[in-house]
């Protein structure tokens, strides 16, 4: 029930609540006794602004409170009867509160305290009998107002809290794929997942670290930032994860955290794109921009390393060979090994390099990746 409460749009609260405080007023001044004069068209409009207050709260918590404590005295002052102040004010006030406006809020619900205290006074200096009551005006405005502050405070928290915990997600969701970070925040401890076939890229620019002891480090800083921040978005547009950058090297995935089947696939057009996206672009100095590709296919195992900072990281043979097709690449190309130009064959085009000496692999055979062949290149229009 509480949960349907809280999914209650907060217009649909404000309103019905709005309609309720013109409804109790109302009645009130309809059916108030007492010396003051009797209700007339100001006492109604007065009552109905203070209802209709609860509106804007929100928008504009400061000015409702004031406005509300501004209206509600013009109602004393021209002795009108049966609007108690701690009714529509305490409305106002939690807002107010709530939205950060303690000393405001303090001050209004002071006045309305310490008013009748001091007219309590200079009465009991007139020897009536009013005192007593204006004394139990103010005791109840306190106690019903010290409540009311306390309800704004608590919201007040909540709202902090849920900000921090937005805040912290964003961070998280920074760092983690969204599936991982669901299972840590679930109290999963240790997070390894084997993949029996996945697709691995890494790209580098070509001589970038010669040029950057030329330029100053923030130009180093934002152009790799920049030329990062548009792999970030092609990366996400073909669905891939983006795992890690080193200096000026850029990891990707594709089939993990989750699995799908076309991940050679989306992992060719990303390569594609990025070699685009770098020929448009120029270092510093004015020297156009150069990267080598590598990527291959196969099985990897991922998962969370350290507690402080954390990484998703993935290891295995597969990763060492997409990272040597990278280091023994050519710039401007795209290198791939045999396992991924199998997956890739009938719908891209590329050029056979030829066995070529591996570091700590020996020779293999492996491919540039050239674009693809004219039927997918219609498919996918």
């Known amino acids: 029930m509480w949960q349907r409460l809280r999914q209650v749009p907060a217009p649909v609260v404000d309103a019905g609540l709005a309609v309720a405080l013109a409804v109790a007023i109302t009645i009130g001044i309809r059916v108030a006794p007492g010396p003051g004069k009797p209700p007339d068209a100001v006492a109604y409009a007065l009552g109905l602004t203070i209802a209709a207050l609860a509106l804007a709260r929100r928008r504009w918590p400061l000015a409702v409170l004031l406005a509300s404590a501004a209206a509600l005295q013009v109602y004393y002052l021209s002795a009108y009867t049966s609007t108690y102040p701690a009714v529509p004010l305490s409305v106002a006030l939690a807002t107010a509160w709530a939205a950060g406006h303690r000393r405001w809020s303090l001050l209004v619900a002071a006045f309305y305290i310490l008013g009748p205290l001091g007219y309590a006074v200079f009465q009991l200096s007139a020897q009536t009998r009013q ?8 005791v109840s405005n306190t106690a019903m107002f010290a409540a009311v502050l306390v309800l704004g405070e608590a919201v007040r928290s909540r709202r902090a809290l849920a ?12 760092v983690l794929p969204a599936s991982i970070a669901e299972r840590l925040k679930q109290g999963e401890e240790v997070i390894a997942d084997a993949f029996p076939e996945v697709t691995v890229l890494f790209a580098d ?65 990303l390569a594609l794109a990025m070699r685009e996206e770098v020929a448009r672009r120029a270092d510093p100095s004015g020297r156009p921009l150069q990267v080598r590709i590598g990527i291959d296919t196969g099985p990897v195992e991922a998962g969370v390393i350290g507690t402080a900072k954390f990484s998703y990281d993935l290891w295995g043979d597969t990763v060492n060979t997409a990272s040597r097709m990278e280091s023994h690449g050519v710039a401007g190309c795209i290198q791939v090994t045999a396992r991924t130009y199998q997956r890739l064959q009938d719908d891209y085009r590329f050029q056979r390099r030829g066995p070529i000496p591996i570091r700590a692999m020996g020779e293999m055979v492996t491919y540039f990746l050239l674009g693809r062949n004219r039927c997918s290149a219609e498919r996918l229009r």
């Open 205 to 269: 620019l070509v001589d970038f670290t010669g040029s950057s002891r030329r330029i100053g480090p923030a130009q180093v800083v934002a152009t790799l930032n920049e030329l990062f921040s548009a792999f970030d978005e092609l990366a996400q547009h073909h669905g891939l994860e983006k795992i890690k950058t080193i200096g000026d090297a850029y990891m990707v995935a594709g089939g993990l955290p989750d699995p799908r089947p076309d991940h050679a696939e989306a992992v060719a057009e």
């Open 163 to 174: 900000l921090e915990q937005q805040r912290s997600e964003r961070l998280l969701l920074n």
């Open 131 to 138: 005192p007593l009551t204006l004394l139990g005006d103010a």
